[in-house]
Nanobody, 121 residues
């Protein structure tokens, strides 16, 4: 089992920056990919940024060149650096981790409780 706890959300003005953190604990050895998702009111949860250990990084078109995902090598922390935020970035942001273990391989998804980000002037 993996436990994820987000922090760092809050209210900011357009153009400002914010850094989200995700603290991970538990069976971290199984984690192969970490992600940040967000869900705005009335909308579906969407993938914002994703990073694979030893692999590639992905950003959605809406945040590319503004947001940066980073992670600790020991898998205990994941960050989302948000720069030049816009009102449309307002949402609850969720930390996600996927673990793989067993033969045959079984994927397990883990979610944090979410942290609110509000961008408003």
């Amino acid at each position: 089992q993996v436990h994820l706890v987000e922090s760092g959300g809050g209210s900011v003005q357009p153009g400002e920056s914010l850094r989200l953190s995700c603290q991970a604990s538990g069976n971290l050895w199984s984690i192969v990919v970490v992600s940040w998702y967000r869900q705005a009111p009335g909308k579906e949860r969407e993938l914002v940024a994703q990073s694979r250990y030893g692999g590639s990084t992905y950003y959605s078109d809406s945040v590319r060149d503004r947001f940066t995902i980073s992670k600790a090598a020991d898998k205990t922390e994941v960050f989302l650096e948000m720069n030049n935020v816009k009102s449309e970035d307002t949402a609850v942001y969720f930390c996600h981790a996927q673990g793989i273990k067993g033969v045959p391989e079984r994927k397990t998804n883990y979610w944090g409780q979410g942290t609110q980000v509000t961008v408003s002037s």
